[in-house]
């Protein structure tokens, strides 16, 4: 068995090589003690954290098959050994404080502050020397606004995934075609709402008339295939350590089905769900070159003025998703007319939206009553403080205002929050 010093940590007398990190007075490097007394070294460990090793590129695989190149032509190639960036001091300490936002009082991250530089410097070493393994997994379900199984890693492998995450999703997101717009910095569900409300409204001032190919994928998280994932993977990475990284935490995900599925709960999965899809993405805007195509995770839409050419686009898309990814379509997938008569709203990113109006999807608005009568009670009780209330009103509002929702808001908070006298 090798014993290996870690890349912080040494002795006080030992000029040079006394290491960057809290250190022991009078032990060599691969003793850890309790003696009293420490060298603080934070500003020297960030200047001289080395460099060099592998190197990454991000680039087009030299088999790949006609619809492949077709997709691939336009992506840049390259950027610089990643591994290394990951497990940068820098970068996982930023990721620590990204992933303590919302969460200052979390037990779990309390402690993990208590000895930051320890922590991360920890981390640091597994990484340097392959030696990172996650813990289990805390899974529970939500209900809201569907049943679902969350599957949430402890804060420190969610450190490493921000890390991750940090570094390799910029040169992924320079893949992807501008209508994605799930966990993108500046796109969103209002923003991806506003672009299906201007496709819909061009396609009916040129043809009077606006069908929706309206689809989602059947479990998709549930449903990604490892295989597939980590070959597109390489397809851009060329760094075998990130790559390796990638892989072990595809496969140590909890998953139903042996080589199946990555977990709800995750950094890393949203990305690996947004790089799995944009083969999709390309598919449809470079093979297809269709232009009134929108995605935002697993739900996508086609608008046109042609409904028989949106039911063959359908059935383009279904093989395309079934022999290239393994995935299948839900059984609400249809086309349909977009229209205030003979015909429907597109149901999109909690939206009914029309070229002329959009509404708030009616489960929304059933969920925001429930949710009022319940702040109402708890308020009167006492157990609702005016700033929760007010959070949970604004929040609301927030994503309401996107919509004509005037009548509807003056309807709701007609009555005021009254609290019991005591």
Known sequence: ??????????????????????????????????????????????????????????????????????????????????????YAFENLLSAAYSCRKGKSKNQSVMKFFDNLEENIIQIQ???????????????????????RLISAPNFKDRVVHRAIYNIIEPHFDKTYIYDSYACRRGKGTHKGADRAQAFIR??????????????????YFSSIDHGILKQILSKKIKCQKTLSLLGFIIDTSPADEVGVGIPLGNLTSQMFANIYLNELDRYAKHYLKEKYYIRYMDDFVFIGPDKDKLHGIRVDVEKFLW??????????????????ERGRALDFLGFRIYATHRLLRKSSV???????KKLRKGY?????????MQQSVQSWLGHAKHAQTYNLRRTL???????KPE
């Open 366 to 372: 059933k969920r925001i009553k429930s949710n009022l």
């Open 202 to 219: 061009n396609v009916e001032r040129k043809s009077n008339k606006a069908y929706a190919l309206k689809a989602d994928i059947y479990h």
């Open 125 to 147: 070493n597994e990484l340097m020397w392959c030696e990172y393994a996650p813990s289990p997994y805390h899974q529970f379900f939500v209900f809201e606004p569907k049943r």
């Open 323 to 340: 022999e290239q990814l393994r995935l299948k379509t839900n059984s609400k997938t249809q086309v349909f007319p977009i229209a205030k």
């Open 1 to 86: 068995m090798i014993t290996r010093s870690p890349l912080r940590g040494g002795n006080w007398n030992n000029g040079s090589n006394a290491g960057l990190g809290a250190l022991n007075l009078n032990n060599a490097r691969t003793n850890a003690n309790n003696n009293i007394g420490f060298r603080p070294a934070l500003d020297y460990a960030r200047s001289s954290f080395p460099t060099g090793g592998c190197q990454c590129k991000f680039e087009k695989d030299a088999g790949t098959s006609a619809i492949a190149e077709t997709l691939y032509t336009s992506i840049d190639a390259s950027i610089e050994c990643a591994y290394e960036e990951i």
């Open 413 to 419: 908070f007609s009555v005021p929050f009254i609290k």
């Open 380 to 388: 009167a009780a006492g157990s609702v403080t005016i700033r929760e």
